[in-house]
């Protein structure tokens, strides 16, 4: 079970099947039954992962850094897919959503942010907490709107 921060519903059952992924750079496509897997090439993964998703219409795509852990890969798809629906369910249709296993590199050049996104990794041995980078542009900032901001807590005192 997975639990993502702030999203209100508590923690959500996932099936993270296990997959082998090439060593190299590139980028994984939500795909049913099995998602797509399409090298990088020489251009970034979170390049590769934008111009990948539009062209083949996917809601949810993955980049993928060489090396990447198939775990996290797979976590990060999880994830993209529980905040697509979300969003759908918000109303707001931002397609595609781009997430990444790791803290990619900033390309501030090219408007690009990086949002993280907490994650509570439940099984029966333990709960681990995990962290799904999401790789927006500005301009989509201002229409996810309440999605990404944060929950307001009151600051509560503990005796030291």
Avoid at 68 to 88: C, I, T
Avoid at 99 to 118: D, L, Q, Y
Avoid at 136 to 148: P, R
Wanted: include cysteine; hydrophobic fraction near 50%; proline fraction near 12%.
């Amino acid at each position: 079970m997975i639990d993502l921060d702030g999203a209100g519903y508590g923690p959500v059952p996932v099936d993270l099947e296990p997959l082998r992924l090439p060593t190299r750079p590139g980028v994984l496509l939500d795909a049913r039954p099995w998602p797509d897997w399409i090298p990088a090439g020489n251009q970034p993964v979170d390049t590769a992962a934008w111009r990948a998703a539009r062209s083949a219409g996917t809601r949810v795509a993955v980049a993928c850094p060489a090396l990447a852990s198939p775990g996290q890969v797979m976590l990060a798809l999880a994830v993209g897919r529980l905040l697509a629906d979300q969003r759908a369910t918000a109303g707001i249709d931002l397609v595609p959503l781009v997430t990444c296993p790791t803290r990619p590199r900033c390309a501030w050049e090219s408007g690009a942010v990086v949002v993280p996104h907490p994650v509570n990794v439940l099984t029966w041995k333990s709960a681990q907490l995990r962290v799904v980078w999401e790789i927006t542009h500005q301009e989509q900032i201002a229409a996810t709107g309440a999605s990404l901001a944060p929950v307001a807590l009151w600051p509560t005192a503990v005796p030291a």
